[in-house]
């Protein structure tokens, strides 16, 4: 069975990704670069091509979970240790 679900992946066809242009809220503040009052296309161009990509909060996530992995690796194998020295004597 394990088997099966393995191959089964290779004759899966792979779907195109398209990119979807996502809208973002930004501030008026920060898209008004001479701080004017009115947005100008020059403006709102710079602005659209301002893309911040976080990350932080993912290499956050990751570092919180394996050392929750590792807490509980670092237990089991404590308590592991425990029952090993209880077996040998029997």
Do not use: W
């Not at 930004?26 to 990509?53: M, P, Y």
């Amino acid at each position: 069975m394990f088997i099966s679900l393995f191959l089964s992946g290779c004759f899966q066809s792979v779907k195109k990704i398209t990119p979807k242009s996502s809208v973002s809220n930004v501030s008026f503040e920060h898209v008004d670069i001479n701080r004017d009052g009115n947005i100008t296309k020059l403006e709102f161009e710079i602005a659209s091509k301002i893309k911040k990509t976080n990350y932080i909060d993912p290499a956050l996530a990751f570092a919180a979970i394996m050392a929750i992995v590792g807490v509980l690796i670092t237990i089991s194998s404590l308590l592991n240790t425990k029952n090993r020295k209880k077996d040998v004597g029997n």
